[in-house]
């Protein structure tokens, strides 16, 4: 039986006694037995995923994840952003910001960067909807500036959703290293 068929196998048995049954005649465990305890379940389900991961990757235990590089961008990629003459959100400067970089290997900045940034230099302002929920919506300056809002429709029904003109997504995007700083404090 090689490596991988022992794992394959031992992961057959995990699963078996996570689900409550015996592995080694397949009735199932009685209740009031420590197997069927909520927490063991849960910890045997937990094991199994490791195991399936191992198996995935070939009987290799899968390495851990490697902490991303800060966002860094350097001014011959920023040159390839590409703006948009129709107003667009925040998340769509971020993902066309992404896209320009390796992403795979460094943070990516997101659209609460972005947000957070600009309600501290008061382009943004938060207001609590009736549900308590806080909503960000353009102060006059940001307004001056050409963030707005509209109403669109989504699966959910209407809602608003704040963009960015031509003139305010450069503003954003000349103000990266202000937004980066903020990021990194």
């Known amino acids: 039986m090689t490596e991988l068929e022992k794992i394959e196998y031992t992961k057959s048995f995990i699963d078996k006694l996570a689900n409550g049954i015996n592995p080694l005649n397949d009735m199932p465990v009685p209740e009031g037995e420590l197997l069927n305890n909520v927490r063991i379940s849960r910890c045997m389900f937990y094991v199994s995923d490791i195991l399936r991961q191992v198996i995935e990757n070939g009987g290799i235990k899968p390495q851990k994840k490697v902490k991303k590089l800060p966002f860094e961008i350097m001014p011959e990629q920023l040159e390839m952003f590409t703006y948009s003459d129709t107003p ?12 320009l970089i390796d992403a795979e ?3 990516s ?6 947000a957070a940034w600009l309600i ?7 207001i609590e909807n009736s549900e308590g929920k806080k909503k960000k919506y353009p102060t006059e300056m940001g307004e001056s500036l050409g963030i707005s809002t509209e109403t669109r429709q989504g699966m959910y029904g209407e809602h608003i959703v704040v963009v960015y003109n031509r003139e305010a997504q450069q ?3 000349d103000n990266l290293p202000s937004v980066i700083a903020m990021k990194n404090k």
């Open 109 to 114: 900045l997101t659209y609460k960067d972005f």
């Open 88 to 99: 667009i959100p925040l998340s769509e400067i971020a993902t066309r910001l992404k896209a």
């Open 105 to 107: 290997n460094m943070q």
């Open 171 to 173: 503003f954003v995007i």
């Open 120 to 126: 501290d230099i008061g382009m943004l302002k938060e």
